[in-house]
């Protein structure tokens, strides 16, 4: 007679044991699942941080075999802003007067002629890119040797002004810098001619110059090092 009831107490038991266990086991699992999801995402953050060492590498890379093309002693400065005014095409630095730097030194990275200094704080500048209008730099055709002044048109494009009708120019052609103003070393990269037009009531060429430095992903820079040109010049003329 008590048999079926020790059976039913007997399963009855035997099911809360079993659901006891596949709980604790459930537990045991999810803890692990959690302790190796934690696993996984310091694996992929440090991954992470492990490419972005490998590609500033490549770039501080870049820009010492660009230093070591040009004879002038140079700071490597990293971009930490950009002009919060957004009137000019400028960037912020994190090297100044303590750096040794001064007013309109020629700034560089390994792609070629990124601006100058324009104003110094003991522990940071601004540049005045290229890419400004109010930027101006006296630039040669490598090939033909032809002149110009490279002035900023757009964040993408210059333009070169003052190139003769008769001047030898054509789509392909790279500027670089003609060492006169005494801003910026002869033959540093500018730019890649993009356009040639000629429209006969102007009296110059229309030349637009694609930059080749990149200035939406600039993130370093060289300051060559050298004395401020203007005062050069105007001690010279005294």
Request: proline content about 5%; hydrophobic content about 45%; overall charge negative.
């Given at each position: ?5 020790q059976m039913f107490i007997a399963k009855t ?136 002044i490279v002035k900023g048109l757009s964040r ?45 009531w102007e009296m110059f060429k229309g030349v ?31």
């Open positions: 007679m008590t048999a079926p009831v038991v035997d099911a809360i044991e079993g659901f006891w266990l596949k709980y604790f086991n459930f537990v045991d699992l999810h803890n692990e699942n959690a302790s190796l999801i934690k696993e996984i995402q310091a694996l992929r953050m440090q991954n992470d941080r492990y490419r972005e060492l490998v590609t500033v590498n490549q770039r501080l890379q870049e820009l010492l075999q660009f230093k070591a093309t040009v004879q002038w002693p140079a700071v490597a400065a990293q971009v930490i802003g950009q002009d919060p005014t957004g009137w000019f095409e400028s960037i912020i630095i994190d090297k100044g007067r303590g750096s040794g730097l001064r007013l309109n030194m020629p700034v560089v990275n390994a792609q070629g002629v990124v601006g100058q200094l324009v104003s110094l704080a003991p522990n940071y500048s601004k540049i005045l890119l290229i890419i400004d209008q109010n930027s101006a730099v006296d630039c040669v055709v490598q090939r033909s040797r032809e002149k110009g993408k494009v210059c333009k070169m002004h003052y190139v003769v009708k008769t001047g030898d120019v054509v789509v392909g052609d790279i500027v670089v810098t003609s060492g006169v103003g005494g801003v910026y070393p002869k033959g540093l990269p500018v730019g890649e001619v993009i356009e040639v037009s000629e429209d006969p637009k110059v694609r930059p080749l430095v990149d200035f939406a992903k600039l993130e370093e820079v060289l300051v060559l090092i050298r004395e401020d040109p203007l005062s050069s010049q105007a001690s010279f003329k005294e």
